[in-house]
Structure formats: structure tokens, C-alpha cells
């Protein structure tokens, strides 16, 4: 294995089943010695989260494509400027799942010109998070049989849970 290069997992064990990682998770190579490296997976569920883990090369595939010059730049630039945890062993938990009621708990301009207004119901679409936000569907059907509302981006700290998809 070569520093900064991309690999993918090719075999899991009941360590990195425990991480979340499962096979064919892409990572990027920080440090090599000769039977372990030190790999930076991404978190899939969370865009912008990531782990560090010490793992047995043999549990690897070294991919054909690289990473480009200015991102491998990026990456020795957060490294050696202590900008990256490399102590940071685990993904964030997913705040809210696919499907689960949630409620808007304020009233903010990005919100109000979709005509969502705090207190109204929504149920998260998708079991994925970007920049802490998360796609909510807010739409349904009035009194007239109209169809009302919007799919938006909304902040999770933004919502309250009303209901999981296991209640």
C-alpha cells in the first residue's frame, strides 16, 4: 500500500462490522507500515464525517485511480496541522431514520418561502445527512382533496422526532 492512495474493502471482520464499515467501503491510505495501514474511511450516511482506523493490509484493495494532486496537498496540509483527528474511531450516529415523524421547532426565512411554518409534521425521505441537514417531506393532501407542501432541506437541529419507522 502506498500513502494517500485509494482502497477499498475487500474482506470485513466483526471489528469493522461494529464501525459500520461493510465490504467495498472506500477509504484513502494516511499511514503505511508493512502489514497495517492507517486508512480514513467517509462515512456513508453522513456526508462530511469520517473514521480512522489502523487496519491489516490484507483486508484491502489498493484501487487503480488516485487521488488528485491538490486534494492529496489538502490532505498533508490537515494532517500535519493537526486539522484532521486522527483518533476519531467511529462514524456519528445517524440522528433520524429514513421514514421517522419529525416536527419543525422553529420559523426561519429558508423554511417560511416554502411555506413551512413551525409545528407542521414531516417525515425524513432519505437516510442521509448533509451539512447537518436532512430532505423532509412536508407535503399531503387538504380538506378539498388538494395536494399542498414541499420535499425541502431542513437542519436537524431544527426538528423534534414525533415518531420512528420501528413504533
Known sequence: MKE???????KIDENLNKMDLDKDNLGIVLKTESSTSLVLFFNKKIV???LVVNINNSLLDEQKE???DQLVKSLT???SNNKLNLKKHSFKPMQYEEYSMVQLTC???KYLKFGIH???IGIIVENYSINNEVLVDFS?????GNFYGDCISVNINDLKLIKTTGN
Not at 494517500?4 to 475487500?10: G, M, N, P, W, Y
Not at 399531503?140 to 378539498?144: F, Y
Open 48 to 50: 462530511g464525517d469520517y
Open 140 to 144: 399531503g393532501i387538504n380538506k378539498k
Open 118 to 120: 413551525k409545528g407542521e
Open 4 to 10: 494517500k492512495s485509494i482502497v477499498k474493502l475487500k
Open 77 to 79: 496540509n490537515a494532517i
Open 66 to 68: 488516485s487521488l488528485p
Open 107 to 109: 420559523d426561519k426565512e
